[in-house]
């Protein structure tokens, strides 16, 4: 049974940092693209960061700078450091796995960005 579960969403200050860590199960994490979405209220899901399994990386052009996606192939992990949070990082984040044309997802971990 595959399983993605994701941790570390909290309430943050404007400014502030958070952490969000995913564990996989079930999958063949080493040749997964890993990938963080996001989902704003009213708003459609999209794709913050991606690991691919050579450990190349990317982002949307909106968290550049401020999120760091990492993974770890031994411990079936990753991770989203988020430094800077603004209002607007507020969202439902959500891991993604995908291979060979399958892809699975997460329940997702709320972050809201407050004072």
């Known amino acids: 049974q595959v399983r993605l579960v994701e941790s570390g969403g909290d309430l943050v200050q404007p400014g502030g940092s958070l952490r969000l860590s995913c564990v996989a199960s079930?999958?063949?994490?080493?040749?997964?693209?890993m990938n963080w979405y996001r989902q704003a209220p009213g708003k459609e899901r999209e794709l913050v960061a991606l690991?691919?399994?050579?450990?190349?990386?990317n982002y949307t052009d909106s968290v550049k700078g401020r999120f760091t996606i990492s993974r770890n192939n031994a411990w079936n992990r990753v991770h989203l450091q988020m430094n800077s949070l603004q209002p607007e990082d507020t969202a439902v984040y959500y891991c993604?796995?995908?291979?060979?044309?399958?892809?699975?997802w997460g329940k997702g971990t709320l972050v809201t960005v407050s004072s």
């Open positions: 993604n796995a995908n291979y060979y044309g399958t892809s699975w």
């Open positions: 690991s691919i399994p050579d450990g190349a990386t």
């Open positions: 079930g999958i063949n994490f080493k040749i997964a693209t």
